[in-house]
């Protein structure tokens, strides 16, 4: 070996003495168990299984993605996590039936939607409560408008979706959608937003500027989340009870590919390169993961039970 060599052979040996030495893991909450199952990605097996508090739903990334932040629903508190390791951080009490969450684009509002108490609560960036509404019957999902003026959430139980006012911390509108309202997503053009129907077989297209409804995407029974395919054209639904996924055309609103999913599939996480479908199969207790290249299940996990939302770095935009 000549000098050369011999100096690039250190360089890259102190180099990977200071790359991380953690495992990629994917965070899965058990919502039925009250716990948080960390999976090592490559591995795929289950490393470590951890109580963080009563009925963890949801869960998002901070805006820096410094943390991974999840909603204790009946234990009305925040638990941050480190997303490289799973491992605690942080609690925040006082947030009242954090059910779903969100921050808004501009990062300037944390928006709870509280299903059991029929109220949406407004938090600043800091996680200070501002403000809290009373709404009609069941709020449950919430997304945003580009432009961060505002959120809206869908009335699972009063089949409406509500528009909120975050400048104001008012409801600006209230308009009728289909059966069971879960999931609502912003289309990149921001022209549309689609609502799934847990109580039918279809995505709802709202023009939420004109509030009323152009379209019904015919998907499967117990349409119920999204997630964006990270191409800015796609867009992923989950029907737990018909057991599928369907791939949305978010330009023609159209599906365009159906995935088979057993066991009520529910969260989804869509790694970096798009190779990888993670799905949390809530009556299975499993994860299922789908090789996008074939469509077909590749393995399932097992973790804990009624297993809902899911997340791990490195995964596609979240458009």
């Keep these: ?19 991380p030495t953690y495992a990629q893991v994917a965070i ?23 109580p963080v508090g009563k009925e963890p739903h949801h869960l998002m990334a901070t805006p820096d993605d410094q943390y991974l932040i999840i909603a204790n629903a009946a234990s009305n508190d925040l638990v941050l996590l480190d997303p490289k390791t799973g491992d605690v951080k942080r609690r925040i009490d006082k947030i009242s039936d954090p059910y779903q969450i969100g921050f808004s684009p501009d990062r300037k509002w944390f928006v709870s939607v509280s299903l059991r108490l029929n109220r949406t609560d407004i938090y600043d960036g800091d996680f200070k409560l501002v403000k809290r509404l009373a709404t009609p019957k069941a709020p449950s999902h919430v997304a945003f408008t580009s432009d961060s003026k505002l959120a809206l959430v869908t ?51 709202v023009d939420w500027r004109a509030q009323k409804t152009v379209k019904k995407i015919k998907t499967g029974k117990g349409a119920h989340n999204f997630i964006a395919m990270g191409d800015g054209r796609r867009v992923l639904v989950s029907n737990r009870i018909a057991n599928t996924i369907n791939i949305i055309d978010q330009k023609t609103l159209e599906v365009v590919d159906t995935i088979n999913v057993p066991g009520g599939p529910d969260c989804m996480e869509l790694t970096a390169d798009g190779k990888e479908l993670w799905v949390t199969s809530r009556w299975a207790k499993k994860v299922t993961i789908i090789d996008m290249a074939t469509k077909q299940i590749a393995m399932q996990i097992p973790v804990g039970n009624s297993p809902h939302g899911i997340y791990f770095m490195g995964h596609a935009a979240r458009r």
Aim: hydrophobic fraction near 45%; charge should be negative.
């Design 1 to 19: 070996m000549n000098a050369r060599s011999f100096l690039v052979a250190i360089i890259v040996a102190g180099s990977s003495l200071i790359l």
């Design 28 to 50: 899965v909450l058990n919502s039925g168990d009250g716990t948080v199952s960390i999976i090592d990605k490559a591995q795929k097996k289950e490393l470590k299984r951890i």
């Design 155 to 205: 009335l699972q139980d009063s089949n409406q979706l509500a528009a909120i006012d975050l400048a104001t911390q008012s409801i600006k509108w209230i308009m009728p959608v289909g059966m069971t309202p879960a999931g609502v997503w912003v289309t990149p053009d921001d022209k549309y937003a689609l609502v799934g129907m847990t109580g039918s077989d279809y995505v709802e297209v």
